[in-house]
């Protein structure tokens, strides 16, 4: 069935030195990626290989009768089923048998000839687009090989498009687009400049987009014990926030999606698709709310960033009561229902008495309404995990004890990029079929001719930005995300998301990334045994130029904790940076930390002058 999240949340307006502000478990401590829960993989086409070694025959069988294959994303016991929901489940058995197997023929396709499908790819590309007004002035025709076409077109960002997609929004989709390749919507992303980016969004953009979310998500299907019966809370956004002068829907692809589901389809969702459309924030919150804890039979919630899951689960520990008003007396009275709203909307703001009554009685027997207690069902939740959403994760651990966490991969309003094969971890396969990838080393980005690399090519444990050549018109696009590889799954890379390129401070040439702050904090707090609500690290122009990191602690520490805690944060960014460590070295070892009231660390890391 179709998955989708809202997308574009991490391409936010980016100016100056960035910092992170990201909240950490209380007493989750955080945990190694990839060592809890079991991976759902196919265990004929799916093979994990690192280094491209792959396993003999002898240690796949060891490996099948230790448990290490086939084994589900979560062992919870299913019951309660409504009747309905088993037969709904019947009616979707031939599509999701169909999914299955386009999944299982991708993957063998993938380990066995990455460099023909890129290549494939790249020629239904240029094909596609061939006569659109900027083929026209870069020379794009099919038959460039991938060496032509990288001397024909630059790398570049969203400004070398914005003239083209300006015209498109005027109605001239030729600008960018090839005669039958269809418009349907722009996916709106904020820029790096005072300017929105508008992403066209076309048929063909759009059958990719769809087959990644279903690829990812036939295998939890496959694997979940009782996931294919029940429902699935997922969080999105409308694609009709505005209007191009020549009419076309400018939002976020996730409602376009949801808006073209089949009645059968559509029924698997707990939120209507209308209630992207709200736009009162708190009243939107409200409503899903009121919807989620009103259905007793959500077996997932899919959603893009934790965060997400941690203010709604937050906000109801922190005010059980309004939820509970909400499901008794209804939202009716709040909300306005158009007429073109469907009949699970207007049903969704009626009283659920006997749901709120359900709950009340649990939160007097119990004094909190966890996720585990208010969904016996639920199996799943599916949000990232990589780069700076890995600091949420731990806190949502701990309100969602013994709920797997999926990563659903790497995916922007520009397109799906990896695709992960096992639970708890936020590496994935790199979705080969859909887009062109180059990519390009992190050490050579300043270069002024930097040796891009193809997929096939890269190294496991270096970073690269990765390139996207799309069916929405975009060549050599650098997305501005940094990855790492992996490892292979035979001859395609797997990868992880580790920052935006553009969260990265840089004082005297030391560079410090998002993603080796988060890093640098979570092992600390391992070491030191002291847990963060949030924290931010910021530079300082004093004297002294410096880093000031500043941590609100959950729980109140020893000194002796704290002093340990600053330390190990500086051996860590060291240990992570080589030229932190190196500006480090050149001035004394200065390292202080200040303990300015029970709950607030503010540690200095000094660099050199």
């Known amino acids: 069935f179709f998955f989708q999240a809202e997308d574009g949340i991490r391409d936010y307006k980016v100016t100056g030195v960035q910092t992170c502000a990201l909240p950490i478990s209380e007493t989750g401590k955080p945990t190694s990626i990839g060592t809890t829960a079991a991976a759902f993989r196919n265990g004929t086409a799916t093979h994990v290989v690192a280094c491209g070694d792959r396993p003999s025959a002898r240690r796949r069988r060891a490996q099948h009768r230790n448990g290490h294959c086939h084994k589900s994303a979560s062992s919870r016991v299913v019951s309660g089923i409504p009747l309905a929901y088993r037969l709904r489940t019947?009616?979707?058995?031939?599509?999701?048998?169909?999914?299955?197997?386009?999944?299982?023929?991708?993957?063998?396709?993938?380990?066995?000839?990455?460099?023909?499908?890129?290549?494939?790819?790249?020629?239904?590309?240029?094909?596609?687009?061939?006569?659109?007004?900027?083929?026209?002035?870069?020379?794009?025709?099919?038959?460039?090989?991938?060496?032509?076409?990288?001397?024909?077109?630059?790398?570049?960002?969203?400004?070398?498009?914005?003239?083209?997609?300006?015209?498109?929004?005027?109605?001239?989709?030729?600008?960018?687009?090839?005669?039958?390749?269809?418009?349907?919507?722009?996916?709106?992303?904020?820029?790096?400049?005072?300017?929105?980016?508008?992403?066209?969004?076309?048929?063909?953009?759009?059958?990719?987009?769809?087959?990644?979310?279903?690829?990812?998500?036939?295998?939890?299907?496959?694997?979940?014990?009782?996931?294919?019966?029940?429902?699935?809370?997922?969080?999105?956004?409308?694609?009709?926030?505005?209007?191009?002068?020549?009419?076309?829907?400018?939002?976020?692809?996730?409602?376009?999606?949801?808006?073209?589901?089949?009645?059968?389809?559509?029924?698997?969702?707990?939120?209507?698709?209308?209630?992207?459309?709200?736009?009162?924030?708190?009243?939107?919150?409200?409503?899903?709310?009121?919807?989620?804890?009103?259905?007793?039979?959500?077996?997932?919630?899919?959603?893009?960033?934790?965060?997400?899951?941690?203010?709604?689960?937050?906000?109801?520990?922190?005010?059980?009561?309004?939820?509970?008003?909400?499901?008794?007396?209804?939202?009716?009275?709040?909300?306005?229902?158009?007429?073109?709203?469907?009949?699970?909307?207007?049903?969704?703001?009626?009283?659920?008495?006997?749901?709120?009554?359900?709950?009340?009685?649990?939160?007097?027997?119990?004094?909190?309404?966890?996720?585990?207690?208010?969904?016996?069902?639920?199996?799943?939740?599916?949000?990232?995990t990589g780069g700076s959403a890995s600091a949420y994760t731990s806190r949502l651990r701990e309100i969602c004890e013994g709920i797997t966490i999926c990563d659903h991969g790497l995916h922007a309003s520009e397109g799906r990029m990896t695709m992960p094969l096992a639970a708890e971890t936020s590496s994935g396969l790199l979705e080969i079929g859909t887009h062109y990838f180059e990519f390009l080393p992190v050490a050579e980005a300043e270069s002024a001719n930097p040796d891009v690399l193809n997929a096939w090519e890269l190294e496991p444990g270096s970073e690269y930005y990765i390139l996207l050549t799309t069916s929405s018109g975009f060549c050599r696009y650098n997305i501005r995300d940094v990855v790492r590889c992996t490892g292979f799954h035979g001859d395609a890379p797997l990868l992880e998301f580790l920052h935006k390129g553009a969260h990265i401070s840089s004082i005297t040439g030391e560079k410090i990334s998002e993603s080796q702050v988060v890093e640098a904090v979570r092992a600390a707090q391992v070491g030191a045994g002291l847990w963060t609500a949030q924290f931010t690290m910021t530079p300082e122009w004093l004297d002294q130029p410096g880093y000031t990191l500043y941590v609100d602690l959950r729980r109140q520490a020893e000194s002796t904790q704290l002093e340990r805690f600053a330390s190990l944060v500086e051996q860590q960014l060291c240990d992570r940076n080589e030229e932190y460590r190196e500006k480090r070295q050149t001035r004394s070892e200065e390292h202080t930390s200040e303990l300015q009231s029970p709950c607030n660390l503010v540690c200095r890391l000094l660099l050199e002058k």
Request: aromatic share 6%.
């Open 90 to 384: 019947l009616l979707g058995t031939p599509l999701r048998n169909r999914v299955a197997r386009s999944r299982q023929r991708f993957l063998k396709a993938a380990a066995a000839d990455c460099r023909g499908i890129q290549e494939t790819v790249l020629q239904d590309l240029l094909k596609l687009n061939s006569g659109s007004e900027f083929a026209k002035d870069f020379g794009l025709r099919p038959g460039l090989s991938p060496q032509q076409f990288r001397s024909q077109v630059p790398i570049s960002d969203y400004e070398l498009y914005r003239p083209y997609v300006d015209r498109m929004l005027h109605g001239e989709t030729r600008a960018l687009l090839g005669r039958r390749n269809r418009l349907l919507m722009f996916a709106m992303t904020s820029g790096t400049t005072s300017s929105s980016k508008y992403i066209p969004v076309t048929s063909r953009f759009l059958s990719d987009y769809r087959a990644g979310w279903q690829m990812w998500g036939i295998e939890l299907y496959r694997t979940v014990p009782g996931l294919p019966h029940l429902n699935v809370v997922q969080i999105a956004s409308s694609h009709r926030r505005s209007l191009t002068a020549a009419g076309t829907p400018c939002g976020n692809i996730s409602g376009l999606v949801a808006s073209m589901q089949s009645p059968v389809v559509r029924s698997l969702y707990t939120i209507p698709a209308a209630v992207a459309d709200v736009s009162d924030a708190d009243l939107k919150r409200r409503l899903i709310l009121s919807l989620a804890f009103g259905d007793p039979h959500v077996g997932m919630f899919v959603t893009a960033n934790p965060s997400t899951l941690l203010q709604l689960f937050e906000s109801v520990e922190n005010d059980p009561e309004q939820l509970l008003r909400d499901l008794h007396d209804g939202l009716s009275d709040h909300v306005t229902i158009p007429k073109a709203a469907g009949r699970r909307l207007r049903a969704a703001v009626r009283p659920k008495i006997q749901r709120a009554r359900q709950l009340q009685q649990l939160l007097r027997s119990t004094g909190r309404l966890t996720p585990r207690d208010v969904w016996p069902n639920l199996q799943v939740l599916a949000c990232w």
